[in-house]
């Protein structure tokens, strides 16, 4: 079930400009960029995990949104692929999705207009009461897997590793709500899955539940990013609520930094979820700030971060051939949005 959280904003807002500036003279919000208007609403599409959640969270809480005359009003969904679908049918305009998702956008789906963080919070988990101790142990399984998420990519690449597929399992399509009771009740015996269900599990097993593979087994093969997206159509007619939305979202990066323990409590109370568990994955990504987002774009890492994405798809055989990276990520609205960055 999606769940509709909005930010219900008080009034139009009453930003003025100094007498004989203009929106051109203006360096940010405050000093007129928005305009004196009615708020642009925007649909924004989430998962409910710290991951897809803690930056746009952190903008509304703080006003950043507001500050840009965006009206945000979020979504709850499962998982990115359901999200794309939603986009294709206008139902919303944004969507936050992990790294699994991006391959919908490399084939044409949608478009990335900003980046948001490296997730390490992806695991392949494991009932060890259930004879398994290593990837190995995992043939002739049940074995819980969300289709086309990070957490799928992150198996395969430990199935890979051990000279296994998938074709070696018992594969059971969950999601990853659903694989908490699942693997605690033992109808499953591993799961593919992410914080904060991969924390509930653990705390609820204890000792029975071993970690078999995660994000950081292969940083140095790939980066997991996440990031926003939107459908082409969107962004030829609203490329200013783009710009807009991704300069409030650098100021919500910025915050969530050092306020994490903060966002965490706002997010667990957001998706009514248990404070402690949230809290607990708090480190579950490398949360980019805007000041490290404006010089990985100068620098060229932002767009290796994709090529090493893609490259992962690949390799996967989820994505048959390389597709040039400028094709469906929007650097022009990134660089735009950084250009006024503090």
Not at 25 to 30: K, L
């Amino acid at each position: 079930m999606r769940k509709i959280f909005k930010l219900a904003l008080m009034g139009l807002l009453t930003m003025s400009m100094a007498v004989g500036c203009t929106p051109s003279q203006s360096t940010g919000a405050q000093a007129g960029e928005a305009g004196n208007k009615t708020p642009d609403k925007v649909r924004v599409a989430y998962m409910p995990n710290m991951g897809s959640a803690s930056a746009v969270v952190s903008g509304i809480e703080q006003g950043y949104f507001e500050e840009y005359g965006l009206d945000i009003e979020l979504v709850q969904f499962a998982g990115g692929p359901a999200e794309i679908a939603a986009l294709a049918s206008g139902d919303i305009q944004i969507a936050q999705i992990g790294h699994g998702a991006h391959a919908l956008c490399i084939e044409g789906e949608a478009k990335v207009f900003a980046i948001d963080a490296l997730s390490l919070s992806d695991v392949v988990l494991a009932n060890k009461d259930k004879g398994v101790s290593r990837i190995e142990d995992l043939k002739g399984k049940k074995v819980a897997v969300q289709a086309g998420t990070s957490s799928e990519i992150i198996l395969n690449l430990a199935l890979e590793k051990a000279g296994m597929t998938q074709k070696d399992l018992e594969i059971i399509q969950m999601e990853a709500s659903g694989m908490v009771s699942a693997m605690v009740g033992g109808s499953i015996d591993a799961c593919a899955t992410w914080e904060p269900s991969s924390t509930t599990i653990m705390n609820q097993m204890g000792d029975s539940c071993i970690t078999l593979a995660g994000n950081e087994d292969f940083l140095e093969q790939a980066t997991f990013a996440s990031g926003y997206i939107t459908t082409d159509k969107y962004a030829k007619e609203n490329k200013d609520i783009l710009v807009r939305f991704a300069k409030a979202l650098l100021k919500a990066q910025d915050y969530r930094n050092p306020h994490i323990e903060e966002i965490c409590k706002a997010v667990a109370k957001l998706i009514e979820a248990d404070e402690a568990t949230i809290l607990d994955t708090k480190n579950g990504a490398k949360w980019l700030t805007g000041e490290e987002i404006k010089a990985s774009l100068e620098d060229g890492t932002i767009k290796k971060y994709y090529e090493s994405q893609q490259q992962v798809f690949i390799n996967a055989g989820r994505i048959p051939e390389p597709v040039p990276v400028e094709d469906y990520v929007m650097f022009d609205i990134m660089e735009e949005a950084t250009s006024s960055y503090k």
